[in-house]
């Protein structure tokens, strides 16, 4: 790792002035540098903690988060990161709330927003509804900032839309960039992204978009492979492949997971519904039709049934170039969380404190943007706090 | 906005040193300049938090909340106020504690209070209840502190009872004042509180109540309108009746909307249920007899519908002297969040900021009270605070 | 009490470095000299908040609970204690996260862990599991802290287990010395832990286990009385007899309350059920067996009603040597919380004062112990902290 005072500096020498009161949604939203800038600030926040230095810049405030699907692991990342930096969490709970009373999210979005920062909202259940909620929440609190109704603007953190799991693609990009020695050494390296059989159905289409939709960005030759049928939202793919282009990168689709595995550097072999079932799924859940969403879980679950061999085996990484194994978490093992799952027990034990690594970083990914997106001036703050050394923990 | 400095002076020539280690209930156990003090000190804080001025004063400590119905901006404002002083929320969720397990309140009250400065309760469902429960809770913490079993007196803020709401009304007086450019305007101004139509029932009436209980007491003319057979607790309008004699204000109650509206500054159209229709539930919800209250909701609505046209319109807003519409949210917009309501979605529309504004005043009136409750001498403490100018955020 | 500095430096003088990222589990893996060093650094750090003396030591940092059992006072006290430190509690609320999903213990304790100093767990439910677990998750994260997958080690701090409930019994520890006057005064002194009738049933054993686990260290004479069939864990009562062993002190079993009562300079008469039944129940509930749970529940309560006379009355009272009633609450008061139950009305009455200063040394003994576990030089520490007197509250 490098010195704190080169890393800042290196961090002043990019462009991310647009960051600044910015939401963080969609990563392909955000300019290479942006996303260069959230990297190396979480870096350097995950450095001022290992060296006891405090990264508190709020002295009061409130980060709120709100959770329409469960979570554990960016539940406590949003915290953590919220904590670094000083501010409070308060939990949106909708069930407590008077939501049910007929208030609309402008409204809400405004009430909760008086005294708050920064705004966490996972809402991954509906397709074609989670992105657009939060830009309603955002467009409501910038609307009442501009009124004079708050007196800050919360900006938005998406903790997992049915588009982009942003917080969760930012962390692999870093621990990619780490594993790699760097950025520059993504060029050229290629990475599977896989769909893979699991026991289970209904899985968010997000990460792999997310993936696919980043890691597009800096050079690398992207693979993506699934199943006939198994496709993500049509317009993501076309994006990948644009961003590709751009970068000197590949983005290949494929129906074969050996194909996508052959040479590659890393490989991300995770299950996720079929765009249509999740499409149909949405509806019913609307409706509530509880019938139709049974019928449709035994038959989606029958049709992944013909894809059980779709599994990270040590075999298969035999064909990679020594990848490196990634994975959100948790992981559909088998032999250990269910009987046939998306990756043998062997690989995923040797790659396990790597996968721990992978996660480690979602919360100072988290603190990074917040701050990028808060502070005026970051790295002249970021100096400042390093130089001063306030200690985090007297002990 | 005056100046701090000027703010603070105004502050300090006040006379509200019984607000020291007292609980905020009903508003009408505080005096007119211990009202005032509260507004007063809420707009300092709000200007403090513009500036960028710190107003921690707790290094640590616990504010307590207990929530026994559902909230959002009250919670919200309760978690902000506690933060904006340093103090963290912890909530006493009864479905997770050993409540049910035979615990008395005078030990449970004691119990989560070792290390407690403020306690903040919801209780507003039954009738003749929420009021009693916040005394036991404040009888007990007080034993508590005299026996030496806690170290400091949790002071209680009522977050709404089944009498009154203090924290809305003083974020609505201080909406006043800021309107009408200061207390001593309210003098002769006219404000309409009136039952309006809802397609719900069983709503707490503790706002009307709070709002007659306070605003009788600047000399305002305060005019009370709703159908026969929707009145309020019959002491609280008793109440309101004395207070305004003794300000040189009036006290009316009416049985016409457009009687309220008339020449009016200020209009607050909020649906209530009936008295007695909240006496037979709270009866009924005691017995926990659903059938019972089925009947009785279907009946209320029923008898509701006969006065649909209690609506805040365009045409009723006519007849006011270019009225401020006011409103506690969620309101029941026509066309909007329920066929028929409470109010004409373009009446709302026009007045949506400043409903947002008037909602924006809690968080300080709470923080406000909280200080001015546990500090000995707050205009010394906030001269000091300013002066000594602390960041809230540095960025 | 005596002055802080002399406090400090008799903590100085105990050897207690064994505490240094240690987990607290169970009482008997101390040795008496750091229990010692828990309770004077409980001491410590009450009177310094009644000297309005800051004991913030982190400027950001998690503290991680996990409820698997209702909790009121154990809650509020961990918050307390963790808010007195300067940590931020996050719950991991098992309903709202993806443990279902297949995630192991290992993962999920880590994935909570990147930013957390502290976990607080409550597993008290099923007998031979609740402390099993606490030692996978201690396992797991001090693996994670090996493999520099956590920057730091999170402490464990057991809030109740199905073999020791720590927190409760150092706090009834610094009780009984700060009533008796010093630890050494505990020497010769009689205690009884008994039984005691209840109309409920399946409450834990780990009460009782952490009394004579505890109390058998310091010379006491410990008595532990029960109706023949509700013995503890076999091997908790052989310690027990070891522990009095070696301290000189005495550990006697019978099955008559009066011959524990005999003389007694302290009593704890509190319910638990019989160790055969919570096996029993241990199994139906993994079996979610509801019908053998209730046929289970019904033959134990009637085998309790033969033991209705086994109530701290007045009477027996008067048997002992002027004795401190004890109770971990809530209690279950004959004519009050229940027709009969453990203790007479007026016995609880005299002494409910003292259970609620009982209750109070709870957050300190866990501040004590996060403390002793995170800081190196702790007795330094205090000092430095009791010298430079930042205030708690500036008010």
Chains 1, 2, 3 share one sequence.
């Not at 919220?82 to 501010?87: E, H, I, K």
């Not at 900006?155 to 982009?164: A, G, R, T, Y």
């Not at 899985?203 to 049928?229: C, D, H």
Request: glycine residues 6%; negative net charge; aromatic residues 8%.
């Amino acid at each position: 790792m490098k010195e704190l005072p080169a890393l800042i500096e290196e961090l002043e020498n990019l462009n991310y002035k647009n960051l600044f009161q910015s939401d963080l949604l969609l990563t392909w939203e955000k300019s290479e540098t942006e996303i260069e800038a959230i990297i190396k600030t979480a870096g350097i926040l995950k450095e001022m903690r290992l060296k006891n230095i405090s990264s508190r810049i709020f002295d009061s405030g409130l980060a709120v988060s709100i959770f329409r699907d469960k979570s554990t692991r960016t539940r406590f990342s949003f915290m953590g990161a919220a904590n670094l930096l000083g501010l409070a969490v308060q939990d949106l709970d909708e069930t407590k709330t008077q939501v049910a009373h007929g208030e609309t999210v402008r409204e809400t979005a405004n009430m909760i927003s008086f005294l708050t920062e920064v705004i966490g909202i996972r809402d991954d259940i509906f397709l074609g509804e989670g992105h657009s909620y939060m830009e309603s929440v955002s467009k409501a609190v910038r609307e009442g900032y501009r009124d004079g109704v708050l007196p800050q603007i919360p900006v938005l953190v998406n903790l997992q839309s049915d588009i982009d799991h942003p917080t969760q693609s930012l962390a692999d990009l870093a621990h990619l960039i780490n594993y790699f020695g760097g950025i520059e050494n993504l060029k050229g390296k290629k990475i599977a992204m896989t769909w893979a059989y699991s026991p289970s159905y209904g899985k968010p289409l997000s990460v792999p978009q997310g993936i696919i939709g980043l890691m597009t960005r800096f050079g690398m030759n992207v693979s993506l492979a699934y199943p006939e049928g198994y496709h993500l939202i049509p317009e993501i793919e076309t994006l990948a492949e644009e961003n590709s282009r751009k970068t000197g990168g590949t983005f290949q689709v494929t129906n074969s997971m050996e194909e996508a595995f052959n040479g590659a550097d890393a490989v991300y072999p995770k299950s996720w519904a079929p765009y249509e079932v999740m499409e149909e799924r949405t509806a019913l859940l609307k409706e509530k039709d509880t019938k139709g969403l049974e019928e449709l879980e035994r038959k989606a679950l029958e049709n992944n049934k013909r894809f059980m061999d779709w599994e990270c085996t040590e075999e298969l990484m035999k064909k990679t170039n020594n990848a490196l194994y990634m994975h959100c978490l948790p992981a559909d093992i088998s032999g250990v969380s269910c009987e046939h799952g998306e990756v043998e027990a062997s690989v995923f034990d040797r790659y396990r404190k790597e996968t721990y690594m992978e996660a480690g970083y979602k919360p100072y990914v988290i603190a990074a943007f917040m701050l990028l997106s808060k502070v005026k001036n970051p790295a002249a703050l970021l100096k400042k706090l390093t130089e001063g050394a306030k200690k985090r923990f007297i002990g």
